[in-house]
């Protein structure tokens, strides 16, 4: 168990839909990650948020956006979905050690779309 | 990012030693890391090295830098069944903080 959660566990909704996935870190940690898992791109990071504040982005998309609120919890919101949409969604939340970034996954939000 | 590049497919017999091979891409990443992910689970943290280093050494873990090749390979001695997993590298984004360009994975198959 890493400490960070992840809710839900699954979602399957229809096309044009939105949802939001939530995620918790672990205590004490200020830096929240989100990337998205799918058969044919791997693993891709979407946005990073610390301490509340966006710090960066990467392939995500328009429809996608997220926050980071005061008690550090964080929310993923995609909207207008589409069938590609459909993927395992990861927060990550982490902490520097001796200059490494060390980044904890949570378990992940299965999103299928229909 | 661009690839990261891994071999998808490993099979060993319970007892040996696997080496996953990874080529990374980016010369100025200070850490590089290593990921394993059971099915339906999220991704654990393995162990890390930094670029200036050759080797880390963690129990049953090995860590090889190839600085010159952009080559990083995770070995792991005496197999075991709980090893079988998708295992993946991952290299530090200089243009995105921290976050990181992750390989394909590759999946390691342990048999008895």
């Known amino acids: 168990d890493s400490g960070v959660t992840q809710t839900p566990k699954h979602l399957i909704t229809a096309t044009g839909q939105r949802v939001t996935l939530r995620c918790s870190p672990r205590?004490?940690?200020?830096?929240v990650y989100w990337y998205q898992q799918s058969l044919d791109q791997g693993l891709q990071f979407l946005i990073q948020?610390?301490?509340?504040?966006?710090?960066a982005k990467g392939n995500i998309l328009e429809r996608f956006s997220a926050q980071q609120f005061p008690d550090l919890h964080s929310e993923l919101n995609l909207s207008s979905l589409e069938l590609g949409d459909s993927a395992l969604y990861f927060c990550?939340?982490?902490?520097?050690?001796?200059?490494?970034?060390?980044?904890?996954f949570g378990p992940g939000t299965r999103l299928t779309v229909l | 990012g661009e690839d990261v590049e891994q071999s998808l497919f490993l099979s060993v017999r319970e007892g040996d030693s696997s080496v996953i091979n990874c080529t990374y891409t980016?010369?100025?990443?200070?850490?590089l890391y290593w990921y394993k992910q059971e099915p339906g689970a999220g991704l654990q943290l393995l162990t890390y090295?930094?670029?200036?280093?050759d080797m880390k050494q963690d129990q049953r873990l090995t860590v090889l830098l190839n600085k010159k090749d952009k080559h990083l390979s995770l070995r792991i001695a005496d197999t075991q069944t709980g090893d079988s997993a998708i295992y993946f590298c991952?290299?530090?984004?200089?243009?995105?903080?921290?976050?990181?360009?992750f390989g394909k994975g590759t999946s390691l198959l342990v048999t008895p």
């Open positions: 990550a939340s982490s902490v520097m050690r001796g200059g490494a970034d060390e980044q904890f």
């Open positions: 948020y610390y301490n509340g504040e966006e710090r």
């Open positions: 205590s004490g940690d200020l830096s």
């Open positions: 991952a290299e530090s984004m200089r243009d995105s903080g921290y976050a990181l360009n």
């Open positions: 980016d010369s100025s990443s200070t850490y």
């Open positions: 090295i930094f670029s200036n280093m």
